[in-house]
C-alpha cells in the first residue's frame, strides 16, 4: 500500500470559497454577528472536484490513500478573529469529512485548527477533539505563524502552545508543521514562506528541551524539510555549538518530513541525509506546483517516480511508503481496517506497533 501522508482540498467546490468570501466581507460591519451558516455543496459537487484530480491522478500514479486536509495556504489565521476562524475552519473539515466519508477507500482526513494571532493555541482543543473522536481524522495542520508571514507567535517550543500538545498526545495524533498564505510581500506563500516555516520550525526543535517534556509528540515537516537537509551540516554543528544533541537523537521519535521535494536530486539527497525511519511519502498534489516539467515530462508533483528510482532496501521503501505514516499517524490503521481489500500482492500492514507509548487508537473514536 502507498499511503500519501500529504494532500489538500485544493479543488473544492467553488461554494466553499463563495462561503469564505462573503465571511471575510462581513467584518467590515462592526455591527455584523457571526454564524456559522451553511456551505450547500452535493455527495455529486464533491465527487466531481475529486475524480478528475486527486483521484485520477492517484490511479495513474498508483498510489493508494491519501491523508487529506482542507487547502493549507486558504487557512489564514490572520483574517478575522477566533470566531472567524472557528466557522472557516469547521467548514473546511467537515467537507474533509464528506470526502472520507464518500471515498473512505482514498482519503483520511487530518484537520485544520481554528488558530488566531494573539489567542491561545488551546483554544484549538475542542475542534481537534471534534475532529478526531467524531468525524474518524488522524492528525492536525499546525500552523507556527498564525499571523501570515510577521511571526508574532512564540516559538513552537515555547509552554505557550503545551496545553494543545498534551491533547495531541492524549488523542495520539501528530501534527503537520504547515503555515498558510503569506501576507508580508516579502514572503512568496509557497515558494518562500513554506519553505521558511519548515526550516524555521527545525532550527526552533533543535534549540530546546521539548521532546524531553514530550517525548511521544510527533511533527511532520512538510516540503522535504525546507533547508535542512540541504544545510544539514550547519544544524549538527550548531547543535554541538550549543551542547545540543546530535540530530539524530533529536529527531528519532519526534520528527519526520515528507517527499515533497519535486526533483530527484532533491530527494535522493533527502534519502541521504535523513533515516528512512523518519521520511514519509508525500506529494501535496494537487497543490503548489502543478506543471509539467520540461527536462522529465512528467509532473513535478509526481514524487513516487523520484522514491521509485532511488536505490533503496524493499524494506525502507515500504517504511517510506507505508510504515513510516501508520506508525507516525497510528490512527490511520484502524480507518485502513475498514478499507476494501486491495488485489493480492499489496502487501499488509507492518508487525511491529507504534512505538509512542499511545495506546492503539481502537475504541477512542
Ligand atoms: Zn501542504
Not at 462581513?26 to 478528475?52: C, F, Q, W
Not at 488522524?138 to 499571523?147: A, M, Q
Not at 533529536?250 to 539527497?269: A, K, M, Q
Not at 485502513?336 to 488485489?343: D, K, Q, S
Request: charged letters at 20%; proline letters at 8%.
Amino acid at each position: 500500500m502507498i499511503i500519501d501522508c500529504h494532500g489538500h482540498y485544493t479543488t473544492a467546490p467553488k461554494a466553499l470559497q463563495i462561503w469564505r468570501d462573503a465571511q471575510i466581507a462581513a467584518l467590515a460591519d462592526p455591527a455584523h454577528v457571526a454564524t456559522k451558516g451553511i456551505v450547500g455543496i452535493s455527495d455529486d459537487e464533491i465527487r466531481e472536484s475529486l475524480e478528475h484530480a486527486q483521484l485520477k491522478l492517484q490511479r495513474e500514479r498508483g498510489t493508494d490513500v491519501t491523508i487529506f486536509s482542507p487547502r493549507a495556504s486558504a487557512m489564514a489565521h490572520h483574517v478575522g478573529d477566533a470566531t472567524t476562524s472557528l466557522h472557516w475552519s469547521q467548514h473546511c473539515n467537515d467537507l474533509i469529512h464528506r470526502v472520507c466519508t464518500l471515498y473512505p477507500d482514498n482519503f483520511v482526513g487530518v484537520c485544520q485548527l481554528p488558530q488566531t494571532p494573539g489567542v491561545p493555541p488551546a483554544n484549538c482543543i475542542g475542534e481537534l477533539e471534534r475532529c478526531v473522536n467524531e468525524l474518524g481524522f488522524i492528525g492536525c495542520n499546525l500552523n507556527p505563524d498564525p499571523s501570515g508571514g510577521h511571526w508574532t507567535a512564540p516559538p513552537l517550543t515555547d509552554r505557550y502552545w503545551y496545553p494543545l500538545y498534551e491533547k495531541m498526545i492524549g488523542l495520539d495524533v501528530p501534527a503537520m508543521v504547515h503555515v498558510s498564505s503569506s501576507c508580508n510581500p516579502n514572503f512568496h506563500a509557497t515558494g518562500a514562506h513554506y519553505i521558511n516555516a519548515d526550516t524555521t520550525a527545525f532550527m526552533q526543535f533543535l534549540t530546546a528541551d521539548l521532546f524531553k517534556d514530550f517525548p511521544s509528540l510527533r511533527f511532520i515537516i512538510p516540503h522535504g524539510g525546507g533547508a535542512v537537509p540541504y544545510h544539514w551540516g550547519r544544524y549538527r554543528g550548531l547543535a554541538q555549538d550549543m551542547k545540543r544533541p546530535p540530530l539524530g537523537d533529536l529527531i528519532r521519535h519526534s520528527v519526520f518530513f515528507d517527499t515533497c521535494v519535486y526533483h530527484l536530486p532533491g530527494i535522493e539527497l533527502l534519502l541521504k541525509i535523513v533515516p528512512a525511519d523518519n521520511i514519509l511519502f508525500g506529494s501535496e498534489m494537487v497543490g503548489a506546483v502543478r506543471g509539467i516539467d520540461p527536462e522529465t515530462g512528467h509532473y513535478f508533483d509526481d514524487t513516487k517516480r523520484y522514491v521509485d528510482a532511488l536505490k533503496l532496501s524493499d524494506q525502507d521503501r515500504r517504511k517510506i511508503f507505508e510504515g513510516n505514516a501508520r506508525k507516525v499517524y497510528p490512527r490511520i490503521n484502524k480507518a485502513l481496517e475498514a478499507r476494501t481489500p486491495a488485489p493480492a500482492a499489496t502487501p499488509g500492514p507492518p508487525a511491529r506497533q507504534p512505538r509512542w507509548g499511545g495506546a492503539p487508537s481502537r475504541g477512542r473514536a
